[in-house]
Nanobody, 119 residues
Framework: QVHLAESGGGLVQAGGSLRLSCAAS????????MGWFRQAPGKEREFVAA????????LYADSVKGRFTISRDNAKNTVYLQMNSLKPEDTAVYYC????????????WGQGTHVTVSS
């Protein structure tokens, strides 16, 4: 497992942007596939985006496709989630997660960062 720490959340108006960061404790972040998830109040945690170990492939939930971009800088041991055209329904706690491969579950999770989008 790897220790993950999210940052960059906050309050933003609808239509605005935020960039979330996920810093990993490991020097071998390139060994992990990474994902972003979110949990809105009263709802279950849901998948947002994922990226392969080398950034060569990404996947997005339909609800964020075209607005959010996941990226990674393995040299900085950091994964990012650029969120544009934010909507009130994007309000949630955002978590980053890591796993060794797409064949296993995510087994390392951060503590989350709050994102609030006001209308």
């Amino acid at each position: 497992q790897v220790h993950l720490a999210e940052s960059g959340g906050g309050l933003v108006q609808a239509g605005g942007s935020l960039r979330l960061s996920c810093a990993a404790s490991t020097r071998t972040l390139s060994s992990y596939a990474m994902g972003w998830f979110r949990q809105a109040p009263g709802k279950e945690r849901e998948f947002v985006a994922a990226i392969r170990w080398n950034g060569g492939s990404t996947l997005y939930a339909d609800s964020v496709k075209g607005r959010f971009t996941i990226s990674r800088d393995n040299a900085k041991n950091t994964v990012y989630l650029q969120m544009n055209s934010l909507k009130p329904e994007d309000t949630a706690v955002y978590y980053c997660a890591a796993r060794r491969s797409a064949l296993v579950d995510y087994d390392s999770w951060g503590q989350g960062t709050h994102v609030t989008v006001s209308s």
